[in-house]
């Protein structure tokens, strides 16, 4: 995915609020995405659900007063009630089968740059970068070189103990990962080196994918339920979107692209 290098003369903000620091590294749906949060954060504001003098998020990281508030605006202005009919139901089983596969398996390692108290977010971006092109180099010239490389680097660089082990983590169900973990390592088909940074609730990882094993589709009326809850997360961000147009509409949004996840019949 490719990066922008933001230099002060192009600096996005929202409302006057700079989303980056000069000499930041984002890519477009990053930068989207911290665009998003800050218009809901402001929003949250003017709702009076957040005191109006809660600080700015640094490196795209907010204060949790700022998540709560987040948290509590959607629930109050989206408003989800529609019900699936059996047949749209099935439908949207069969149209999104790797959902509900169960006992997936990925073998994968990584390279965990920890975010901690106090640690310069900026800075530990910058060396998550620089070692995932390291990395991703090292696997395009030789596969052999690449086994030594990723041991050595996570020995050398990863805050997970499994730096003691070449960053290995052996083979993974989902449900042994973090959620933000499990949607980027589940239900694709990548393997080696991903071409992105993994954001997770730990920090940062650079990631390879070793091998995969295919799950197995179960039977829809054993997965109703879940297949209920997927539909309902895809209501949720529907309407996630359109309120994010309507904020975005009424907004100064300088130097973000935000067409690329708005409707452009919403404005």
Known sequence: MESTTITAAALPKVNGIALIDEGEMLSPDELRQRASTELLRQAAIEAGLLASNDPAPMAGIGSEAACDAIEAL???ELQIHEVAEENASRRYYEGHREQFERGERVHARHVLFAVTP?????????RAEACLLDLRSAASDDSSRDIEKFITVAGNTSNC???????DLGWLLKEDCAPEFARELFGKLEVGVLPRLVHSRFGLHVIEVLAREPGVLPEYESVRSAVAQAMERQRFATALRQYLQLLAGQAHVECVDMEASMDPLVQ
């Open 161 to 167: 103990p499994s730096g003691a082990e070449g960053g």
């Open 74 to 76: 959607l629930d109050r």
């Open 118 to 126: 106090g640690v310069d977010v900026n800075a530990l971006r910058k």
